[in-house]
Structure formats: C-alpha cells, structure tokens
C-alpha cells in the first residue's frame, strides 16, 4: 500500500489542532487496511480513520490517540 503524506496548508493545521494526519492513497483500500498500515509503519495507535473522494483520488484523514502526537510522525516525514 502507499501511503503519501500530503503538506498542504490544512493539512498542517489539522496536525496542530486535531492530532491528525493526511495521507492520499489508492481509491482501492479501506479504512480498515489504511490503519493497519499506518499502525504497521509508524509506533502508534490510531484512533479513527475518515476519507474523502475528490476526483480520482482518496485522501485519508487518520486521527491518532492522544497518546500519540501527530507532529512527531510529521516530523520524522519531514513534513514540518
């Protein structure tokens, strides 16, 4: 599965306010398969998982726990 960080202006203000991350993948993996991948790729927990279609193109917004701060994994992708 790919999973490509995406570094856009909301997507970093997502990762400040709501502990989120924004990946855009392939319209073919669910959002049970986005959160393993991400929990296999990076030491954390995922809270939830919400898509959204755009074109032909699905950007995943995964929400972590609490526990874990999105900025660090945005970090080590040098995203920030």
Not at 18 to 41: G, H
Not at 43 to 57: C, D, M
Request: net charge positive.
């Amino acid at each position: 599965m790919i999973l490509k960080p995406i570094t856009t202006e909301k997507a970093v203000k997502q990762i400040e306010l709501d502990n989120t991350l924004l990946f855009a993948t392939d319209r073919i993996y669910s959002k049970v398969e986005i959160k393993k991948e991400v929990e296999k790729t990076f030491p954390v927990k995922v809270e939830k998982v919400r898509t959204l279609i755009k074109g032909n193109k699905k950007y995943a917004y995964v929400k972590l726990n609490p526990a874990n701060r999105a900025i660090d994994i945005a970090t080590t992708l040098g995203m920030m």
